[in-house]
């Protein structure tokens, strides 16, 4: 499984779901990028603007309107741009597409198409040969869904995508998959000082987690190889894994992955989600929470009853 192996002519697009997550994922990649000559874009989702705590503390201010969120969606690009300077990488093509923070698990399950629409025309605009974004195992819902979509784009049948190399990292959370299959990024003492630099210049983050974030720059940076589609469905060690066949519908599991049931002619009859970037087939699914008749519902199911596979179909036609 080789590391991504940059050169002059790469392009390598990296998606952050939030400012910080350029320096805390990638902070070693990009400077490896940097160093090769490779074009590179950095798309940041979200502006990071829901996160209150941080910004309570700085302004000793209780209630937060959306001016407060504003000025802090603001002060985040700041310092993402400032991170990107400091990894060596300010003539990056950098764009901040503003979607919710905190909510792009929202927008996946009620705005689906629009969003992959969007995600798509970014991705074919620029023309990357590698892209490098959350994997669907990150335990913080907008990576998760983030890498979900993605995921979504690359997998979807006739996709024009396949051309392109996948990789994927996790910020929150230790997946087992992940770390058996992932490879570190080789790194220099050097690197590893500018990535603490780059992860500094987020001085809104540090204020309360400051030794959390600090210690992203002591740790490996891991990333894992996403074969394309075809690759994925020849390899034997991953037989099982393939798209899911027919028309699907969307459920949110109890540990919140996003899972996808196919319909057989009157109930659910199996379900998939995605793992490390291609579909895994469930062996045993016992407890959804929420079930989905239409996308939109699945937003609002969080309060909905739990129901069990095992004693009746959780979705009737
Ligand atoms: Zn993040």
């Not at 080789?186 to 210049?201: V, Y």
């Given at each position: 499984?080789?590391?991504?192996?940059?050169?002059s002519?790469?392009?390598?697009?990296?998606?952050?779901?939030?400012?910080?997550?350029?320096?805390?994922?990638?902070?070693?990649?990009?400077?490896?990028a940097?160093?090769a000559?490779?074009?590179?874009s950095?798309?940041?989702?979200?502006?990071?603007?829901?996160?209150?705590?941080?910004?309570r503390?700085?302004?000793?201010?209780?209630?937060?309107?959306?001016?407060?969120?504003?000025?802090?969606?603001?002060?985040?690009?700041?310092?993402?741009?400032?991170?990107?300077?400091?990894?060596?990488?300010?003539?990056?093509?950098?764009?901040?597409?503003?979607?919710?923070?905190?909510?792009?698990?929202?927008?996946?399950?009620?705005?689906r198409?629009s969003?992959?629409?969007?995600l798509?025309?970014?991705?074919v605009?620029?023309?990357?040969t590698?892209?490098?974004?959350?994997?669907?195992a990150d335990?913080?819902?907008?990576?998760?869904?983030?890498?979900?979509?993605?995921?979504?784009?690359?997998?979807?049948?006739?996709?024009?995508l396949?051309?392109?190399?996948?990789?994927?990292?996790?910020?929150?959370?230790?997946a087992?998959?992940?770390?058996?299959?992932?490879?570190?990024?080789?790194?220099m003492?050097?690197?590893?000082?500018?990535?603490r630099?780059a992860?500094?210049?987020?001085?809104?983050?540090l204020m309360?987690?400051r030794?959390?974030?600090l210690?992203?720059?002591?740790?490996?940076?891991?990333?894992?190889?996403?074969p394309p589609?075809?690759?994925?469905q020849?390899?034997?060690?991953?037989?099982?894994?393939?798209k899911?066949?027919?028309?699907a519908?969307?459920?949110v599991?109890?540990?919140?992955?996003v899972?996808?049931?196919?319909?057989?002619?009157?109930r659910?009859?199996?379900?998939?989600?995605?793992?490390?970037?291609?579909?895994?087939?469930?062996?045993?699914?016992?407890?959804?929470?929420?079930?989905?008749?239409?996308?939109?519902e699945?937003?609002?199911?969080?309060?909905?009853?739990?129901l069990?596979?095992?004693?009746?179909?959780?979705?009737?036609?």
């Amino acid at each position: 499984m080789p590391l991504p192996l940059l050169k002059s002519s790469s392009r390598l697009l990296m998606f952050a779901p939030h400012p910080d997550d350029e320096s805390l994922a990638c902070g070693i990649l990009l400077q490896n990028a940097v160093q090769a000559g490779a074009s590179i874009s950095v798309v940041y989702v979200t502006d990071g603007e829901n996160n209150p705590w941080p910004q309570r503390c700085l302004s000793r201010r209780w209630r937060l309107n959306p001016a407060d969120r504003h000025k802090w969606a603001k002060l985040r690009r700041q310092e993402a741009l400032a991170a990107l300077r400091v990894l060596g990488a300010a003539s990056a093509d950098v764009r901040f597409l503003g979607w919710p923070d905190q909510g792009l698990a929202g927008l996946l399950l009620s705005d689906r198409a629009s969003s992959l629409a969007r995600l798509r025309h970014l991705i074919v605009e620029w023309s990357p040969t590698d892209v490098v974004a959350p994997d669907v195992a990150d335990r913080h819902r907008d990576h998760r869904a983030l890498g979900v979509m993605l995921g979504l784009l690359f997998s979807g049948s006739g996709s024009d995508l396949h051309q392109i190399q996948r990789w994927s990292y996790i910020v929150h959370g230790r997946a087992p998959g992940f770390l058996r299959n992932a490879r570190a990024v080789p790194q220099m003492r050097r690197q590893a000082e500018t990535k603490r630099r780059a992860i500094s210049c987020h001085q809104s983050q540090l204020m309360l987690s400051r030794r959390r974030f600090l210690s992203y720059a002591a740790r490996s940076e891991l990333l894992l190889d996403i074969p394309p589609q075809e690759v994925a469905q020849k390899d034997r060690a991953r037989a099982r894994v393939m798209k899911p066949p027919g028309e699907a519908r969307m459920a949110v599991l109890h540990d919140g992955m996003v899972a996808w049931g196919v319909s057989g002619r009157r109930r659910i009859r199996s379900c998939w989600r995605i793992v490390n970037g291609v579909w895994q087939r469930l062996a045993r699914v016992t407890r959804f929470i929420g079930i989905c008749r239409h996308p939109a519902e699945v937003a609002n199911s969080r309060s909905a009853e739990t129901l069990s596979y095992a004693s009746k179909p959780w979705q009737k036609q």
